[in-house]
Structure formats: C-alpha cells, structure tokens
C-alpha cells in the first residue's frame, strides 16, 4: 500500500487551521478554544486561543478514567544501579497527584516556575507532570552542567521552588548533586524558597534547615494524608515549560512551550509519524534533561497511552554493549528514539553485533535517529543489524516534535541515506540565500519555515520577546531561520549539512563555541581564543580551543592548557566535553577581524580548503597547522 503521506500533507497546506482542529479532537478539553490560530496574538500569531486544558489530565487522568489505569506507564530501568521499577497508570497519578500537593504546600502557584535538576530517576517525570498538573512551568537543567550554568538558568527562570536530587550516578562515579545546586544557589541572585531533595542510597546529602525539604517524606505524608492535587485548567497559550538551549553566548535562550499546541501536535505524531498505537511500548534513549526527553520519554508517549521507558544508563558499558537489545527485548520495545552517537558507541565496541543474538526483538519494529547528522554508514549498520526500518528525522528544540520525518504510520517513504526525509504537516521548508532569495532544488543554502510555525513550536523566548524576533525571525522576514544549512532534492527531501551559527553538536548535545569562548577568555594568562567544532568519530563533533597567551606569560603553555580544560568544566560541565586546547601565537582573521573558525575547522577535519580572500595575513594558517599537527590532528 502506497504512502498516505502527500495526501496528508497537501490537506493540511490547503486547510492548517482545519488540520489542527482536528488533531486537537484527541485531547481533552476543559474549554474549546474560540480561535484555532489568532494571527494579531503574540510574536507571530497564537494557536488555540481561549482554549482551557491541562497537559498532566491529557497524559495521566484521562487513561485512569478510560480503562488504561493498571496498565504500566512507566518503567524505570536503571543498569548504572541495577534497579527498575514500574507504574502503572493509576500508580502514575497517585505519585504525581500527591507531589503536586508538596508543592501547592511550599507556595507554589499556576504560572511560577520550578527548576528540576534531577538524574535519570522516575521522581524527574513525576515533577515535571506535577508541575504541569497545577500550572506551574518546569524548566529541567540537565545534570551535566555545572553550578554556573544552573545558576544563569535560575536567575532567569526565577523559580519559586527545585526539585533535585542527592546525585547523578555516572559510569564509574557517583555525581554529588547538591554541592552544584547549592553553590548555584549561591551565585545566583534569585533565590527559590524551596528545595525538594530526592535523597539516593548511593550518596546521600545535609539538607539545609528552612529552604529544604526530602522528597520521600513529604509525598509520603501527603500520601498518608490521601491529598491528592487536581489539575487545574490552564490556558492553551500559557507556557508549559521553558527549556533553555544553547544560543551564540554563553547566555541560553529560554525556550518556552505553550500547553495546547504542544499537546495537540505530540499527541498527532506518536501515531502518524511513529507509528505506534495506544498500550504499545515506546522508550526515548535519551535524557530528560533534552527536548528529546521531554517530548518522547514524558509527554508525547504518555498522552497517546503507551508505555515509556525511562532508561538510566549508557548504550555501552552498563554493562555491555548488550544493554539496548536487552531493554528491547525485556520490556518488548515497539519504537526506540536515540541520537545516532548512541549507536556509534554500540558499533565500536560490537562491530559483528554479537550480543543482538542474545536478545529476542521480534516485537521491535522501528528505529528512529535524531539529534545529529546520522551517517549513513551507521544507518545501515543498524538496519542490517536489526532487520527493521531505520528513520533519521530532523527537529530542534525550538520546534519540539519533528521538523522533517518518514512518517511510518502514514505509510513508509523510500529512505535516502543521509537525508532525515521530508517535512511534517505544519511545516512550510525552504531553503533561501543569505539575500533571502529562494534557491534552485539541490542547492545549499539556508533552511527556514514559512511562518507561522505549527502548533507546539516556541511562541517567543522566555521574558525576551525582542530576543526572539532578532534571533529568528529578523534575517528573513516572513520566515523562522532555523540555522540550519542544506538542500533539498527533486523528491522534496531535505539534506542537513551543517549549522550556519556557531553551535556545535557533540553526542547529540547541542553547545555553543561562543560560551566556550566566553569562559575560556577568563583565563588570566589568556589573551584570545577560539573554539571550533572538529570531527569525530563517536561523538559527531567535539570542541577544540585555540589560545593566544598573553604577552609576557612564561609559564609552561601545557599547563595553561589543562586549566584551561578544567575551567570549561568547572563553568559549563563535563557534558562540554571539552579535553582539547591548543596555544598558538596568533589568530587567523579577516582584514576587518573577524575570526576565520570555519577554515581553521577545516585544517583540523583535513577537508579541503582555500585561502579566504579577506585574511589578513595567511602565514597564520600554516601556523595553526602546524600546531595541530604537535597534537596529533589534521595529519
Ligand atoms: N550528569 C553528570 N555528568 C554527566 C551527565 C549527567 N547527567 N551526562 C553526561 N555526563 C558526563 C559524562 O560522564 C562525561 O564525563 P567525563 O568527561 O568525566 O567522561 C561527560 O559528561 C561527557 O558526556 P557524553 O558526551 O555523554 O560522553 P560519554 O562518554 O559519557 O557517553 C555516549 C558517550 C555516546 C555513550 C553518550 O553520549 C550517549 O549515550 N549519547 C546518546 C543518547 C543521548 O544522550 N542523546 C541526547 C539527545 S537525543
Ligand atoms: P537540539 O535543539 O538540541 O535538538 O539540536 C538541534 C540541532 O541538531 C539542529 O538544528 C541540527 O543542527 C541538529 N540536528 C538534529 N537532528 C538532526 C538530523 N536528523 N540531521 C542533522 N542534524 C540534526
């Protein structure tokens, strides 16, 4: 049977506003909404205004009450600590219902905000939903940055409440937790009046008298206590959660998520994209802490009443590369969601695929890869490995579900290799010059949406409207710039090349060179410095410095070098992974000084390159090479 793609696609170009309207009929509403799309609301228009609804009801409550109550909605399996533990529906609700009676307790109200900055442990969904279950807007700091980058997250968030843990536990050692969110706290000039802390037997932690509460204890009496918290109605346009990601500065920009829309447009994909059915198994290897996370192991799967998997633990080492095929296997895992470093690792370590032999995945049917460029070779790898179809699909957190897609439950498409396929209802792509003139197809140019974007897209920056426009909707007007470069073919399928700012993508982690920069320039013997993105294998890319000493430093440039490593993983986090500086005499520039990243990147990938006409003084560049070489890359 042919693909129900084109037709789906081309009756939602000819009726969007229809289109959503009756995506939207999958959810429960508290109030319909008076309009499906005002365009004179907000930045670029709003979706669903005057609608009333609550995205904890739409993911829990409503399969509680619709039969689905004793069956699991999540599994917690945790390798890293040998555990696992599983809820049902019914279970799902009374955890969440009691901690967001915790939270109504310690003050906090629809429309504050509450930091979660938690490991890979069930308690890190149950406060997101139980924020979401009485209005109030979550924004999740992932574990691997540092106090600085959590305390630049509260200062902007300003939160009412956190919700943490004792630590994270990584391969090998045990993450303290609360020394980064204390110190955050500290830096930070808001301060939150309450800190929830999930005590973990690995290591446990003080608590600090007056601010900080142990999570067990207070959802245990509020258990004992049978308070349950209701969900309360929220606006369709008010903000589920804000998400920081990397923008050029070490300044993040705060992604907010509207409830309506979000809900609507996860809920159409789980089925229509994905491809799986309500009861089914559906696990996102990936980490909360990520828009990934939020979309695909909390929300999207919850609301279409499957069952997600929230995985602690690394596709190799925890504790082989064994690990993925026996979650599949064990928990019979219809759709996996992982980033293709995740894959990668697996392939390194079990090039012949020895350990899929072991596992009986007949249930497993599909693969879908995004976060990074998936190279072919490891798309075909896993398909001939696994035996079923491998999807690489394109989105960006500002988007929250897929941009681009194989859409399998409307039909598969053929595969390209190297292309994440073709846009999703919703999305009008183009690909513009940087004088804003479309090109011709299989050009590379510019990737952008024709606004508005769809429902569940980021209406606007948190508290920086101005901020928004500027960073994408300025360059070209009528337009969302998604920083993206690429292509698309006669087939209307989209190639991803590369980002055209300076975000670098490593382990599927999106970073910016640019807070890189901004904290390595705090070294007191640095002068200058650059990073760049460089290619690797495992991780995609990883970052590499550049430093210009200060004159009359005499201290030994190696040593410099390991400070300055470990100070962008004192600042950022080890999740920079950041291990490379090299120190060179002088910068490569432009007459008019701006730094040539780009040509210095491809000194380092030994991919061709040629002289800028505008350098300023080429002997540099044979200057850079040359000190790579000293470290062993570009040879
Ligand atoms: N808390 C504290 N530290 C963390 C952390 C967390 N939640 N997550 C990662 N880190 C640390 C790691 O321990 C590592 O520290 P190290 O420098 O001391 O070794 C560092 O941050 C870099 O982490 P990462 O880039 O993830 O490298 P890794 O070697 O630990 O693992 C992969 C590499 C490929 C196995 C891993 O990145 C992976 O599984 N990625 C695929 C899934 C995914 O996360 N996708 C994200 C978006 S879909
Ligand atoms: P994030 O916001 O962390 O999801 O990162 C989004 C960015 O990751 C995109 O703008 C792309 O640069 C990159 N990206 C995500 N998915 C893909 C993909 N399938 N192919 C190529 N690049 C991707």
Redesign the pocket.
């Known amino acids: 049977m042919g693909s129900r793609y084109h037709d789906v696609y081309e009756g939602w170009r000819s009726a969007p506003e229809r289109f959503w309207a009756d995506a939207a009929n999958e959810i429960d509403w508290f109030k319909s909404w008076d309009k499906v799309f005002d365009p004179d609301m907000g930045v670029y228009g709003r979706w669903f205004v005057g609608a009333e609804c609550n995205a904890c009801f739409n993911a829990i409550d409503r399969h509680v009450e619709g039969g689905r109550a004793d069956q699991l909605a999540l599994i917690h399996d945790s390798p890293i600590t040998g555990t696992q533990r599983k809820f049902t529906y019914a279970e799902l609700k009374r955890e969440v219902a009691a901690l967001a009676a915790v939270l109504l307790d310690r003050g906090v109200r629809k429309g504050d905000r509450v930091i979660i900055y938690m ?1 890979m442990v069930a308690e890190a969904a149950f406060a997101m939903l139980a924020c979401a279950r009485i209005g109030a807007i979550h924004s999740v700091v ?3 940055f540092a106090a600085r980058e959590l305390a630049t997250r509260i200062d902007d968030a300003k939160p009412v409440a956190i919700i943490s843990a004792s630590c ?1 536990i ?1 391969p090998g050692r045990v ?1 303290p937790y609360k020394p980064l969110l204390d110190g955050a706290i500290d830096m930070a000039k808001s301060k939150p009046a309450t800190c929830i802390i999930l005590q973990r037997p690995e290591l446990e932690c003080d608590l600090v008298p007056g601010r900080d509460i142990d999570y067990a204890e207070a959802v245990s009496s509020a258990k004992a206590d049978g308070r349950e918290a209701p969900c309360v109605p929220v606006a369709a346009t008010d903000p589920l959660y804000v998400l920081y990601t990397s923008g050029t500065t070490g300044q993040p920009k705060g992604v907010v998520r509207d409830t309506g829309g979000h809900i609507v447009a996860l809920k159409w994909s789980m089925k229509n994209q994905f491809g799986v059915d309500p009861g089914e198994v559906y696990w996102a ?3 909360v ?2 828009v ?1 996370g939020h979309s695909y192991i909390v929300y999207a799967p919850l609301l279409h009443g499957c069952t997600t998997i929230l995985f602690e633990g ?3 080492g925890t504790p082989d590369a064994g690990t993925f095929w026996r979650v599949i296997s064990e928990h019979k895992v219809a759709a996996l969601f ?2 293709p ?2 894959f990668r ?1 697996i392939k390194g370590q079990d090039p012949q695929g020895e350990f899929v032999r072991k596992y009986d995945l007949s249930g497993f049917r599909t693969l879908f890869l ?2 990074e460029r998936a190279d072919p070779e490891t798309i075909k790898w896993a398909e001939r490995l696994l035996g079923v179809p491998v999807i690489d699909h394109w989105w960006q957190t500002e988007t929250g579900s897929p941009i681009t897609n194989n859409p399998v439950g409307l039909g598969m498409l053929p595969v390209k290799y190297g292309s994440p396929s073709v846009p999703m209802p919703g999305y009008d792509v183009r690909i513009l010059s940087d004088e804003g003139h479309p090109v011709e197809r299989g050009k590379l140019g510019n990737v952008v949406v024709k606004l508005p974007l769809p429902p569940g897209c980021l209406p606007t920056l948190w508290n920086a409207d101005q901020r928004f426009r500027e960073a994408y909707l300025e360059e070209f007007p009528g337009y969302y710039k998604t920083a993206d470069a690429g292509y698309v073919d006669d087939d209307g399928y989209l190639f991803i090349m590369a980002r055209t700012d300076d975000i670098i993508n ?4 999106r970073l910016s060179t640019g807070g890189m920069e901004e904290v390595i320039a705090e070294h007191p013997d640095v002068a200058e410095c650059a990073v760049i993105g460089m290619a690797d294998e ?2 995609g890319q990883v970052p590499c410095g550049f430093v210009v000493l200060n004159a009359g430093v005499s201290r030994d440039p190696a040593e410099i070098e390991k400070e300055v490593v470990a100070l962008v993983r004192e600042k950022i986090g ?2 920079a ?1 950041y291990r490379l500086t090299v120190t060179v005499k002088r910068l490569p520039k432009t007459r008019s000084g701006k730094i040539l990243r780009g040509t210095m990147q491809k000194i380092a990938d030994k991919e061709e390159w040629s002289m800028p006409a505008t350098i300023d003084d080429p002997a540099i560049l044979d200057e850079i090479g040359v000190a790579l070489k000293a470290k062993g890359i570009g040879i």
């Open positions: 490991p992932f574990g691997g994270g990584e993450v290897a990936s980490d802490g990520w990934v690394k596709p190799v992982t980033a470093t995740a690792a995004a976060g490593v382990a599927g982690h495992l991780k080890p999740v992974a």
